[in-house]
């Protein structure tokens, strides 16, 4: 996807792809974005819900509680 139109769905396609791909490195590949953009992606999106999504560092990613519930629905 060349273009990701941001908004609400845009988001949430975002964080589907960050967990399906399993980093935020390899969402950026698929969408043709910087890695820091799918992260501030991801960060809007939490703000939004009030909740952490993802544990961050720089080893790896990992779904909070919260983040296996969202992405469940």
Known sequence: MARLEVNRSGEMEVFLQVVRLGGFSPAARAFRMTPSAVSKLVA??????????????????????????FYEL
Request: proline letters at 0%; glycine letters at 8%; aromatic letters at 0%.
């Open 44 to 69: 809007r999106l939490e703000a939004r819900l009030g909740a952490r999504l993802v544990k961050r560092s720089t080893r790896r990613l990992q779904l909070t509680a919260e983040g296996c519930t």
